[in-house]
T-cell receptor, first 108, second 115 residues
Framework: EDKVVQSPLSLVVHEGDTVTLNCSYE??????LLWYKQEKKAPTFLFML????IEKKSGRLSSILDKKELFSILNITATQTGDSAVYLC????????FGGGTRLMVKP | GAVVSQHPSRVICKSGTSVKIECRSL??????MFWYRQFPKQSLMLMAT?????????EQGVEKDKFLINHASLTLSTLTVTSAHPEDSSFYIC???????????FGQGTRLTVV
């Protein structure tokens, strides 16, 4: 059975802090690992990772995948209150399997 | 990016009635679509995989007679919640992969409230 585990479950930081979110997985037929941000409605896409060791960046967000150790991290630097959301990691094999999410709260 | 449109975004229905939710891929063909359910403060749980032209594949614990899925064309999948009960109240989201090496695109989600 495919399994995706995210940690921490929740996190409270102050603006300007840097956070690292973790995602580990066990899936058959790995195709890709995806990160999403979910606020009040449907998740919005952040990154798709398919190769180990190649960092993807978008502004203050970055992510990297380790296919040997079966995990990925999502970094957010200089956090802002608008970063408050649930961050979901999903691994695509034959279907997308989601982790439980990390609930991030950024305080002013 | 690709667009997946889900309708309605919000629906309130009475117990015992049926509700149909539509998921359309607007600018690509999706032979496979996925239906997820999300309870408050929980992650997305895969309910079923919708396959164009064939029967849906349901995850363990999901009643196929209660959650009817039809994927009649390459751009449309529907989820019908039959004989809805208050415990069916939830957020339902569909998604589809645009291509083999692409990310999954999500519909806007449907918040179902059964009263």
């Amino acid at each position: 059975e495919d399994k995706v585990v995210q940690s921490p479950l929740s996190l409270v930081v102050h603006e300007g802090d840097t956070v690292t979110l973790n995602c580990s997985y066990e899936v058959t037929n790995f195709r890709s690992l995806l990160w999403y941000k979910q606020e009040k409605k449907a998740p919005t896409f952040l990154f798709m990772l398919t190769s180990s060791g190649i960092e993807k960046k978008s502004g203050r967000l970055s992510s990297i995948l380790d296919k040997k150790e079966l995990f990925s991290i999502l970094n957010i630097t200089a956090t802002q209150t608008g970063d408050s959301a649930v961050y979901l990691c999903a691994v695509g094999g034959n279907m997308l399997t989601f982790g439980g999410g990390t609930r991030l709260m950024v305080k002013p | 990016g690709a667009v997946v449109s889900q309708h309605p975004s919000r629906v309130i229905c009475k117990s015992g009635t049926s509700v149909k939710i539509e998921c359309r891929s607007l600018d690509f063909q999706a032979t496979t679509m996925f239906w997820y359910r999300q309870f408050p403060k929980q992650s997305l749980m895969l309910m079923a995989t919708s396959n164009e032209g064939s029967k849906a594949t349901y995850e363990q614990g999901v009643e196929k007679d209660k959650f009817l899925i039809n994927h009649a064309s390459l751009t449309l999948s529907t989820l019908t919640v039959t004989s809805a009960h208050p415990e069916d109240s939830s957020f339902y989201i569909c998604s589809a992969f645009k291509g083999k090496h692409d990310e999954a695109f999500f519909g806007q989600g449907t918040r179902l409230t059964v009263v």
